[in-house]
């Protein structure tokens, strides 16, 4: 299983809050918890969690997640649980060339 760093991130303007470890913006599972897209430690911790529950194996894979997250997510989905979705039900439909 692979893991997602900060050093693999598509975007570097994130916005870096420490939170405690047990924050559930960073623990548990994916719930009604309000996610952050621009909060870096929020957007590692929401791709690895759906990397290890979709069984994800490769880097863009992950640069896909971040990706949508950033350009496509609409402002109306606000928790963790409905993001999760939301890229789930959009995953096939979205789709970027290696460059852009």
């Known amino acids: 299983m692979i ?3 900060k050093n693999d991130l598509f975007y570097t303007d994130y916005q870096w809050t ?32 759906l990397i290890h529950l979709w069984d994800f194996t490769k880097q863009e ?3 896909k997640i971040e990706r949508i997250l950033r350009e496509h997510l609409p402002k109306s989905v ?4 409905d993001t999760a979705t939301w ?11 290696e460059n852009s």
């Not at 470890?21 to 969690?49: C, H, M, Q, R, W």
């Not at 890229?87 to 060339?97: A, D, E, G, L």
């Open 18 to 49: 420490i939170y405690a470890s047990d924050s559930p913006k960073l623990s548990g599972k994916l719930d009604a918890t309000k996610f952050n897209k621009n909060e870096g430690f929020e957007v590692l911790y929401f791709i690895n969690k």
């Open 3 to 5: 893991v997602f760093t």
């Open 87 to 97: 890229v789930q039900i959009n995953w096939k439909t979205i789709s970027f060339t």
């Open 61 to 63: 894979s992950c640069i």
């Open 78 to 81: 606000i928790t963790q649980e």
